[in-house]
């Protein structure tokens, strides 16, 4: 087996390597063949560390080994010193004019809302040091609360601007405007009602997002220690959770639709040297 570095950088093996070792847990295959598979396209530094780190240095010799050796030092230096960044958004408990099919309208949380969010408390587990942040809407807001969360008020998270329709009743929209409803449910550059379409939500919850990493990773010197620490939580709407995985899977706003979000759902998405990548909410997350 050809195991050879060539010129590679001892940095850039390294980073390859981290790369591959998050594809290969996400694929969680067997690797017990002579070869790693060509199908799955392992970078070519990543090849020999795989072999290295997976069926142990009997095949590398003398200098080889050594490198390796140092090499694997590096990559536990990088992981244990970068600062990735960790964001669970959290959608809010359930409104009076959710269930009657109204489009919001700045709807403060009834009882029923408060109940659910007040016995989510004890099933959502949020990081003791993450900055906390919540949309200006009312219902947002009292969830934060009834989840016990101190949290700073941030406009970029309002949900999606309804205009015209705004408390408008879905059913009376059906016979009113049947045309222009299915533009917009159709279409996600579309906003008949005058406010904001699906496309123009995507881009402003992208742009949060990408925000937040620039202050973890103290690129954007003006903002506070509050707004640079590595875990962040979110208090927001169903539309701002979809926007952000649409954002972060860099798909197509039009798929905006086909993503269902409930209340009180959690999303956690994490920022690495791959960008935004959506991970699985943990079981102590929800």
């Known amino acids: 087996m050809d195991i050879s570095w060539g010129s590679a950088p001892r940095k850039q093996i390294a980073e390859e390597w981290c790369e591959a070792q998050v594809w290969l847990s996400a694929l969680g295959a067997d690797y017990s063949g002579a070869t790693a598979p060509g199908s799955h396209r392992l970078p070519c530094f990543a090849v020999p560390l795989f072999y290295a780190l997976n069926f142990g240095l009997r095949e590398c010799e003398g200098t080889q080994s050594r490198r390796i050796h140092a090499i694997g030092t590096d990559v536990a230096s990088m992981e244990t010193n970068r600062m990735d960044a960790r964001l669970l958004l959290v959608s809010h408990a359930s409104t009076a004019a959710q269930r009657a099919g109204r489009f919001p309208a700045d709807d403060p949380l009834d009882a029923r809302g408060h109940a659910e969010a007040e016995a989510a408390r004890t099933r959502v587990a949020l990081p003791d040091d993450a900055a906390v942040f919540v949309s200006p809407a009312a219902c947002a807001r009292e969830t934060a609360l009834a989840l016990g969360l101190a949290a700073t008020i941030d406009d970029t998270l309002a949900d999606l601007n309804y205009g015209s329709w705004q408390g408008r009743r879905l059913a009376d929209l059906v016979a009113e405007a049947p045309e222009a409803l299915a533009a917009w449910t159709r279409d996600p550059d579309a906003a008949p009602h005058g406010g904001e379409s699906f496309s123009q939500l995507v881009k402003r919850m992208g742009t949060w997002l990408d925000a937040r ?60 040297q791959r960008g935004w990548t959506w991970w699985p909410a943990s079981p102590a997350s929800i």
């Open 213 to 272: 990493h620039a202050a973890i990773m103290g690129t954007a010197s003006s903002l506070s220690n509050t707004n640079r620490a590595p875990h962040v939580v979110a208090i927001t709407h169903a539309t701002l959770l979809r926007a952000a995985v649409v954002h972060a899977l860099g798909a197509s706003p039009a798929v905006f639709p086909r993503i269902e979000i409930g209340p009180l759902s959690v999303i956690e998405l994490r920022h690495s």
